[in-house]
C-alpha cells in the first residue's frame, strides 16, 4: 500500500536522451555564462576570465539543479 503511494508521487520523467542532454548542457552553459558575467561586472574585464576549480564545481552544480528543474518542467508540460 505504501509502495503504490510512493511511486505514485514519483514524476513521469523522460528517459536519458538526445533533449535532455542538451537542456542540460544549456542549463550549464547559461550558468558559466552568469559566473563570467558577475566576474566581468566586478572589474575583471579579461575576455577569457580565469577561474577556480571551487568556482567551476559551484558553478556547474547550480547548472545541474537548474537542468533538473528544466527537464522536470518541460517533461511536466509535454514538450520533451
Known amino acids: 500500500m ?8 514519483i514524476p513521469h520523467t523522460e ?10 548542457i544549456v542549463c550549464n ?5 552568469i559566473l563570467s558575467l558577475n566576474s566581468y561586472l566586478n572589474g575583471n574585464p579579461a575576455l577569457a576570465p580565469r577561474f577556480t576549480l571551487p568556482e567551476l564545481l ?12 528544466m527537464v522536470l518542467g ?7
Open 15 to 24: 528517459p536519458w536522451g538526445f533533449k535532455t542532454a542538451f537542456v542540460m
Open 58 to 69: 559551484a558553478t556547474f552544480s547550480i547548472g545541474h539543479v537548474i537542468g533538473v528543474g
Open 2 to 9: 505504501l509502495n503504490n503511494l510512493i511511486i505514485a508521487a
Open 74 to 80: 518541460l517533461t511536466n508540460i509535454g514538450t520533451i
Open 29 to 33: 552553459l547559461v550558468a558559466v555564462a
